[in-house]
């Protein structure tokens, strides 16, 4: 499985309160039909600088409008704090001047590839994507007349950064409305998210405190043993308001975070931030690796790996940090 860290959760909004509004109880029937992956923008997918950015027309349909609007609500990428690298333009050193961007509020910088972009136009492309958009694809890097060649990127009237603006305005527009009538609902919904979220995350380390399993053999809605973390949760509700009503609101739909598989995440998450503790704890000193390894009736070797170190105040401490199958090298990334 793919690690997880524990941020992704408590860092992320709600994922009811990143729908867009086409996805909300009042949007159109065909639109409720999406499912709610299609909806979902990972925040992964918003970059700051813009030449790692993937072109707005490669997002699905579905999620297109969420993208701007998240690039929108970010700002555009302006790093004035950053230290512009010099180069050699026509015999003398010349960089991005931070200025630019009070003048030209579109004006993003790539710190990645020294360049310019133009932010409305990223948004709102026009024409052929692939084509020579060097605000959009390439980034402009003539630093020499750049105050002029930003005014002519912008043109006149009909040009296509004047296209994008217009777009850009309107599009502000509608969510500006839209975003005051809903943002009162994310609030809220962030918070009962989060209620649920750590209740989980109780859960979670109680029961790997404990050594104990976390599904049951029948995990059905009548079965009398659910398994040690459906019951746990069960009780945890049964014995706090809050945490009931957050599990049992009915616009969370699939959002309860207590699927096997956002358990595991949520395990791996919690294995990730115990690896981090027990590496900040060895820092730069000795340690050695206790490996115990056995195999199971299938033949497959399996290691138990545990870290003995002294710590700052002379005590020896040994700390089990996993079990991993085979290879020494697969433990190496392991840790
Ligand atoms: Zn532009």
Redesign the pocket.
Known sequence: MKNASIKKYFGNTPKSSIETPSSSSHANENNNKRSREEVEVSEYEIVGDPTLRKPINDYSINIREEVRRRYITKGACQPKAHNFPKTQICGQLRKFQKTWFDRFC?LEYSASKDAAF?????LFPTGNRHGDEV??NHGFRNWKKAFENFRD??GGQNS??NH??VQFELFKDQRHNLDNVLSQKFKQDEIVYRVRLTAVVDVIRFLSKQGLAFRGHDESISSNSRGNFLELATLYCERNDEVNKAFNSKSYGNNQLTSPKIQKEIVNACAAEVRKIIVNEIKDKFFSILIDESRDCSIKEQMAVVLRYVDDVGEVIERFVGVVGGMLPTLVHHL
């Open positions: 579109w133009s932010l409305w136009c990223y605000f959009i990127h912008e296509r950064h994008a603006r």
